[in-house]
């Protein structure tokens, strides 16, 4: 074990240096505009404010809404919903989940002062349209209906028609009831696109997907994915005088794998490209791509590329809009928005209010493993490094109890204690095998514990460390690094996340003291 001292100074410039990154070129943004796994955007301007919501999958609440006055800096302000729906794999219950699914890539519109988000589920097979007045504050109006549309954009036309539009490598045009209920009655889905892969040649791998669709001065435009065989992630752009065709189509960016999303002006008339980049472990983070128009074509980037400047404001960074510290100080039945539950959270097993500047996270199960865990609380990591710190009270812990500091993905490592022979076992687990894993134990008998996680995901390096304290001065390492890896089975980046679960005896519970994230690790 290597023991670490921190000493304030040099933290002070470590933290100073990570900080700085974004705002190396003075007062310009720099790509990319968030260094996090934000996938699947889909924005809209009204007036001067910008809303932009994404994927979560199997996290709740869902379908994040961010804000944002300047294209670069984002604060979660909503959710779409609170739970998708009430299923044995939406709630982790018998034995059963939907790592990877639950609700994937959402639309969001506004019309006719309505805003609109909608997103589709492979888990229930189901399509969802959440409407309100107020995006910020809800109340949401839910609808929802089969079959599950992929990868849909929601679309108002002129005429008064509402559309979706959806499908992979062949793109489809449904019509939809007034009243948004389902697909209207006595019509049926019709292909606009048979094979919007062509654009990018024979050698398909990823078919076209992503569906995104706009209408500028009469002509509509579908921005959609693909990844051609032995290349990358390519946008590309059909565009039609009809919303059902013919549609003609090109390559609009091929560059750095940065692909997937759509358009967005400005009040003062400058248009870009949402998009996003497969970025490792950290997950799939989002891009501004500068846009001009030439003979009614969208052209994407500076010269056919993703550029590192734009002409936007710097970054703030992404605390506390995206991600945040948390004192579990307020006492109150709702979390701060930067909050999500792997899952849906069983409400009866967690309190901000039994005890005054706590989280109380309680067992009312057996469980195998941290993945199998209802109650697990999690933020985004965010990049190029991240860390994060909390403090744990086991005094309630029952025999065979484990609670800890969790990253997670399928590859999972975590730091924490398992409640043995009325004492205390500090380890550190590693799930790379697709078992736990004890990598490394220290006994103790004292029953408040420090405990840290780093992040680096600089050149994709993709490494997690492990430390707890005693004091919460001086950090120890402990196991050993973490192969961060981002893997299809649960296609998220990776969290941070604090979690409690029986392996005997049901009925304990641990008090987290805090939740503190920042950009500065221990190892350099």
């Known amino acids: 074990m290597i023991l670490s001292k921190l000493i304030k100074n040099s933290i002070a410039v470590v933290s100073l240096s990570v900080i700085t990154i974004s705002n190396t070129f003075g007062q310009q943004a720099v790509n990319p505009v968030i260094y996090a796994d934000v996938p699947d955007m889909s924005m809209i301007r009204v007036g001067n404010t910008y809303y932009m919501s994404s994927t979560t999958m199997h996290m709740n609440p869902g379908v994040p809404i961010m804000k944002s006055t300047d294209l670069v800096n984002w604060k979660l302000v909503n959710y779409a919903y609170d739970m998708l729906d009430n299923t044995d794999e939406l709630s982790l219950a018998n034995g059963k989940s939907t790592y990877g699914k639950g609700s994937w890539a959402s639309s969001i519109r506004y019309h006719d002062n309505t805003y609109y988000v909608t997103t589709f589920?492979?888990?229930?097979?189901?399509?969802?349209?959440?409407?309100?007045?107020?995006?910020?504050?809800?109340?949401?109006?839910?609808?929802?209906?089969?079959?599950?549309?992929?990868?849909?954009?929601?679309?108002?036309?002129?005429?008064?028609?509402?559309?979706?539009?959806?499908?992979?490598?062949?793109?489809?045009?449904?019509?939809?009831?007034?009243?948004?209920?389902?697909?209207?009655?006595?019509?049926q889905p019709r292909v606009i696109i048979e094979n919007a892969d062509l654009p990018t040649g024979p050698n398909r791998g990823l078919p076209a997907e992503g569906s995104q669709l706009f209408k500028m001065n009469g002509k509509y435009y579908l921005f959609n994915i693909n990844w051609p065989r032995g290349g990358m992630r390519t946008v590309i752009v059909h565009r039609a005088d009809k919303i059902d065709g013919p549609y003609e189509g090109r390559v609009a960016l091929q560059d750095k794998g940065v692909a997937q999303g759509g358009l967005i002006s400005t009040p003062a008339g400058k248009w870009y490209a949402y998009l996003f980049q497969d970025a490792g472990a950290v997950g799939r983070i989002p891009y501004l791509v500068p846009v001009t128009w030439k003979d009614g074509w969208p052209v994407l980037g500076t010269d056919g590329k993703v550029p590192e400047l734009l002409d936007l404001p710097a970054s703030h960074g992404l605390i506390p809009?995206?991600?945040?510290?948390?004192?579990?100080?307020?006492?109150?039945?709702?979390?701060?928005?930067?909050?999500?539950?792997?899952?849906?959270?069983?409400?009866?097993?967690?309190?901000?209010?039994?005890?005054?500047?706590?989280?109380?996270?309680?067992?009312?199960?057996?469980?195998?493993?941290?993945?199998?865990?209802?109650?697990?609380?999690?933020?985004?990591?965010?990049?190029?490094?991240?860390?994060?710190?909390?403090?744990?009270?086991?005094?309630?812990l029952n025999e065979g109890?484990?609670?800890?500091?969790?990253?997670?993905?399928?590859?999972?490592?975590?730091?924490?204690?398992?409640?043995?022979?009325?004492?205390?076992?500090?380890?550190?687990?590693?799930?790379?095998?697709?078992?736990?894993?004890?990598?490394?134990?220290?006994?103790?008998?004292?029953?408040?514990?420090?405990?840290?996680?780093?992040?680096?995901?600089?050149?994709?390096?993709?490494?997690?460390?492990?430390?707890?304290?005693?004091?919460?001065?001086?950090?120890?390492?402990?196991?050993?690094?973490?192969?961060?890896?981002?893997?299809?089975?649960?296609?998220?980046?990776?969290?941070?996340?604090?979690?409690?679960?029986?392996?005997?005896?049901?009925?304990?519970?641990?008090?987290f003291d805090f939740f503190r994230i920042n950009t500065s690790i221990l190892k350099q």
């Open 321 to 396: 809009g995206i991600v945040n510290s948390d004192e579990f100080n307020k006492p109150t039945t709702t979390l701060p928005l930067v909050w999500q539950w792997n899952h849906n959270p069983d409400n009866k097993l967690w309190s901000l209010t039994e005890r005054k500047g706590y989280l109380r996270l309680k067992t009312g199960r057996i469980d195998s493993n941290v993945l199998s865990a209802r109650n697990t609380l999690t933020q985004r990591t965010i990049g190029p490094t991240s860390s994060a710190e909390t403090a744990i009270d086991l005094s309630h």
């Open 401 to 511: 109890d484990c609670a800890g500091l969790l990253l997670l993905q399928k590859n999972y490592g975590w730091v924490g204690v398992k409640a043995l022979n009325g004492g205390y076992a500090i380890v550190m687990v590693n799930g790379e095998s697709g078992a736990p894993v004890e990598k490394a134990r220290v006994e103790t008998k004292q029953s408040k514990i420090y405990f840290r996680a780093d992040c680096d995901f600089r050149n994709r390096t993709d490494k997690g460390y492990f430390y707890y304290s005693l004091d919460g001065k001086e950090w120890t390492s402990i196991g050993e690094p973490l192969k961060m890896v981002y893997s299809l089975p649960h296609f998220m980046g990776y969290r941070f996340g604090l979690f409690n679960f029986s392996t005997t005896k049901p009925g304990g519970y641990a008090d």
């Open 121 to 187: 589920s492979g888990t229930t097979g189901k399509t969802y349209i959440y409407s309100t007045k107020n995006i910020e504050r809800g109340p949401w109006k839910k609808t929802s209906f089969t079959p599950s549309l992929h990868d849909h954009s929601l679309f108002f036309d002129d005429d008064g028609k509402i559309y979706m539009v959806y499908g992979s490598g062949k793109i489809m045009l449904a019509e939809l009831a007034n009243d948004l209920s389902g697909i209207k009655p006595g019509t």
